[in-house]
């Protein structure tokens, strides 16, 4: 079955941490996005790739960081900078970039800062 | 900027009544519109989209209508089932925004009761 993966689901870390969200998809699509979702919010996007080596700060990507080494493959570091991480995270793919295109999403990580 | 405004829950129905939700929008020039559903503990699903005014978008017996005029695409279903407790969310993508990122509203809860 084609789809996007995020592990792991739950995501506990010590204040201080750096953490890594997986993100991969096998549906050949050219463009990936991280989203975060808060309770009684909306998403709010925090990087994007529209293609492999290259990558663009979204909305709130302060104290975040992504890679994009793999068509596949979408990694998301939460760094210690990163004031106030705990948050529901949401992993997006979409055929190319585009307005009508449709975005499918991860299940999602949920992260908690203890 | 643009934006996404929806009527806030939770909505209350009971089965086989009929749902509206409301969304509107603000955006420069021509945005796709969507609604996705969230279930609990889970990623977004698409559950409809209109690329461009006066279209209709439809599934699952959903219906939105992309109406420029009203800058509005509200959510309706004829018969709602308790399966449809949910979160819906309302979103654009915006041509002139090279992320083509999905700004979303804040969600509304829908609950079906037997």
């Known amino acids: 079955d084609g789809g996007i993966t995020q592990s792991p689901k739950y995501l506990f870390r010590k204040e201080g941490q750096n953490v890594t969200l997986s993100c991969e998809q096998n549906?050949?699509?050219?463009?990936m996005y991280w989203y975060r979702q808060d309770p009684g919010q909306g998403l709010r996007l925090i990087y994007y790739s529209q293609i492999v080596n290259d990558f663009q700060k979204g909305d709130i990507a302060e104290g975040y960081s992504v890679s994009r080494e793999k068509k596949e493959s979408f990694p998301l570091t939460v760094t210690s900078a990163q004031k106030n991480p705990t948050a529901f995270y949401l992993c997006a793919s979409s055929t190319q970039g585009g307005p009508i295109y449709e975005q499918f999403f991860g299940p999602g990580t949920r992260l908690t800062v203890l | 900027g643009n934006s996404v405004t929806q009527m806030e829950g939770p909505v209350t129905l009971s089965e086989e009544a009929f749902l509206t939700i409301n969304c509107t929008y603000t955006a420069t020039g021509y945005p796709s519109l969507f609604w996705y559903v969230q279930y609990p503990g889970e990623g977004l699903q698409l559950l409809l989209k209109a690329t461009k005014a006066d279209d209709k978008g439809s599934n699952k017996g959903f219906e939105a209508t992309y109406r420029k005029e009203t800058t509005s695409f509200h959510l309706e279903k004829g018969s709602v089932q308790v399966s449809d407790s949910a979160v819906y969310f309302c979103?654009?993508?915006?041509?002139?925004?090279?992320?083509?990122?999905?700004?979303f509203g804040s969600g509304t809860r829908l609950l079906v009761r037997p």
């Open positions: 979103a654009l993508s915006s041509p002139l925004d090279s992320s083509y990122k999905l700004i």
């Open positions: 549906l050949n699509h050219d463009a």
